[in-house]
């Protein structure tokens, strides 16, 4: 005879903790790590803060004899200039946290992939902030770039476009597998926003189709910023409108970012 055995209680399941989507304090935290990191690179550094300044000195002598030139296209590269740099550092800087097995370890941790990008982006904002100052403060005050309005605008415009420049690195850097792929984004990415912005003739003199294509890339909206401090004294409302676009495209590229996130490479 069988003697029948009591039935057993499933074992508990053990779920995680839900994580909110974005913390203040992991995002903080998250942001002192990186720039920890970056305090030991010297080189990552120089080439974020001292770069644009020497791109916009050599340009200033370029066109030495001519220095309306400078004045029509030097304001539209204080934007151009911190878009490119952070682009690349931050595209390589997370690629190198996912290759590493870093970034794998700290999405073990309660840390949600929101508060990791938004951690990347208040590192490299501070950093742009800084990057911004200079080549402003270059630009207008040391080399003599002559614009009508407020420098202040023209640092606002290119700090939102160095932003940018983060996002779109921290966006890209999930589909690169190595650091070589990150660059090789940079012509897919930067260089046809840099042929279509209006820097080398104005976007409503080009092709029909490609005056359309302007229309939606941020950077076109950068320099149109730009150019409209060269020209007004006041805050137009052109301007109000070029720096809501160029930092709303900032804010949905951080959005994509964070949803594409990878812990590692493939």
Not at 14 to 33: G, H
Not at 112 to 140: E, H, M, R
Not at 153 to 178: E, K, Q, R, Y
Not at 236 to 250: E, P, S
Request: proline letters at 7%; a neutral charge.
């Amino acid at each position: 005879m069988t003697t029948p055995t009591a039935p057993t209680a499933p074992a508990p399941t053990l779920t995680p903790a839900p994580t909110r989507p974005l913390s203040l304090s992991r995002t903080t935290a998250t942001a002192i790590r990186v720039l920890r990191q970056l305090s030991h690179d010297p080189r990552t550094i120089a080439l974020l803060m001292l770069i644009p300044c020497v791109m916009l000195f050599l340009l200033r002598y370029v066109f030495d004899g001519s220095p309306r030139t400078f004045d029509n296209i030097g304001a539209s590269l204080l934007g151009v200039f911190p878009l490119i740099t952070m682009f690349l550092v931050t595209s390589i800087a997370t690629l190198r946290e996912r290759t590493s097995g870093t970034l794998e370890r700290l999405l073990a941790m309660p840390l949600g992939k929101g508060d990791l990008i938004a951690g990347y982006a208040l590192a490299f904002g501070a950093l742009a902030i800084v990057q911004s100052a200079l080549a402003t403060g270059l630009a207008v005050w040391f080399l003599g770039l002559d614009v009508t309005g407020s420098p202040w605008l023209l640092l606002l415009v290119a700090l939102l476009d160095a932003l940018l420049g983060t996002a779109l690195g921290l966006f890209v850097s999930a589909f690169a597998a190595s650091e070589f792929q990150a660059v090789q984004f940079m012509p897919a990415v930067i260089f046809p926003q840099l042929l279509l912005c209006g820097l080398f003739t104005p976007r409503d003199n080009m092709h029909p189709a490609l005056e359309a294509v302007s229309d939606v890339l941020p950077m076109s909206y950068a320099v149109d910023g730009m150019n409209e401090v060269l020209r007004h004294t006041d805050m137009t409302t052109a301007f109000v409108r070029d720096a809501l676009i160029v930092a709303g495209c900032a804010l949905l590229v951080l959005t994509l970012g964070a949803a594409t996130l990878k812990r590692r490479t493939a």
